[in-house]
């Protein structure tokens, strides 16, 4: 039994040191990148349901971006609201000759995000399919950018870099920010090195001739952005990340929102970690478990509550040196991200305390998933609070 604890033990601190090693290459990653700004032509997709107060603020970044107007459509893919969502859409409609408005009526499928994508792709006309949630505020050279990678004809994904827009706006939104640049900088580190590149959901950019090959979104996953990343890879595609293509969106600011958001999100990974086997493995896909077995590595770190039982033994003084040093780096990685989008510096030594609620909410959606209960896709609900002027960079 106590090996069983030193293996286990030792195995999540050598993940934990992996991935701040990771994010502490890609949070220094500022590679020089060239726009073309009438290049590829974009299908620009945007899911929303009940997202009234946001999605003006996006559909304004859109239609300023520095690209070819004519090289660009917007499509809202409006689900279901029982706001004004589809009144927002349709009032820029009449100001913008590019723009769609959709309105579905609500259906009982899992995802119903994968539901509007798919819907969406089916009459896009672009080569390249852009998906924007609609809290997300992209910088206006963002198409420009996007459409200088696809210059080369084994990209068929890009994802762009993603920064909380109101990390200050509570102590839950500070808590959630440094959680989700802790594993955007480790997506960097990963692209930096030639790693896996998963899709995160928004700003990402995808060629409609791969969507199409391999059959659109899964609109039975609750990750439906990590399980397509994983097909894209599989079928000897490349997903690429670049610095250069920044878009913020919001993090959760109650503790309600944030605990609904990422119990869909840990067991969608988990569920991905399932069928993971069915994925053709290449050296990118062994990197690419090591993301998608982020809730099973979550709660291995409940045996570094059992390593008083080693005590006093040798080997009770190399685990806990390990386990300190992964805690160690992450603090100061941290610290280093906390500066970087000024956080209060006392927030990351907090964030060990914040930890225990992941290690707890990872617990639940393993146990969620493997107990089979229904699965249902909840929107992370938008405050908007944060306004944006249109020139702003």
């Not at 060239?34 to 559909?59: D, Q, T």
């Not at 979104?217 to 997903?239: C, P, Q, R, V």
Request: aromatic share 10%; proline share 3%; hydrophobic share 45%.
């Amino acid at each position: 039994m106590l090996y069983v604890i030193v293996i286990l033990s030792s195995l999540v601190s050598a993940w934990s040191v992996y991935n701040s090693f990771l994010a502490i290459v890609g949070i220094r990653w500022n590679p020089k990148e060239y726009k073309n700004p009438s290049g590829v032509s974009f299908s620009l997709i945007i899911p929303a349901k009940n997202e009234e107060k946001v999605l003006g603020r996006l559909l304004d970044r859109l239609e300023n971006q520095e690209y070819d107007r004519s090289k660009y459509e917007i499509i809202v893919v409006e689900d279901g609201s029982t706001d004004k969502t589809l009144e927002v859409c349709n009032s820029y409609k009449l100001m913008y000759d590019n723009i769609s408005c959709i309105h579905l009526e609500s259906s009982r499928v899992i995802n119903g995000k994968s539901r509007a994508l798919n819907y969406a792709l089916r009459i896009a006309k672009g080569e390249i399919i852009g998906i924007f949630d609609a809290d997300t505020v992209p910088r206006l050279d963002t198409l420009a950018y996007a459409s200088a990678k696809f210059e080369d004809p084994k990209v068929a994904g890009v994802q762009g870099r993603l920064v909380p827009i109101n990390v200050r706006e509570s102590a839950i939104a500070r808590f959630a920010s440094l959680e989700e640049l802790f594993y955007e900088y480790s997506i960097s580190g990963r692209a930096r090195l030639g790693f896996f590149v998963p899709l995160e959901g928004t700003c990402s950019f995808i060629r409609k001739s791969v969507l199409e090959s391999l059959g659109g979104w899964n609109e039975s996953s609750l990750t439906e952005d990590l399980d397509l990343s994983l097909k894209i890879i599989s079928s000897g595609y490349k997903i690429i990340y670049s610095p250069s293509i920044v878009a913020w969106r919001e993090v959760p600011v109650s503790l309600r929102m944030l605990i609904k958001q990422r119990l869909r999100w840990y067991r969608g990974h988990f569920e991905v970690t399932l069928k993971v086997e069915k994925v053709k493995f290449d050296w990118r896909v062994i990197d690419a478990i090591l993301i998608v077995a982020t809730p099973v590595f979550m709660i291995l770190n409940l045996v570094n509550y059992s390593l008083v039982l080693l005590y006093p033994s040798e080997i009770y003084i190399v685990v806990v040196s390990l386990v300190s040093f992964a805690s160690l780096l992450s603090l100061l990685l941290g610290i280093m991200i906390s500066r970087k989008h000024m956080i209060e510096e006392f927030y990351p030594i907090l964030s060990f305390i914040y930890m225990n609620l992941v290690v707890i909410l990872n617990l639940i959606a393993i146990s969620l998933e493997l107990l089979r209960m229904p699965k249902k896709w909840i929107k992370t609900e938008r405050t908007g609070n944060i306004t944006v002027r249109i020139h702003d960079s």
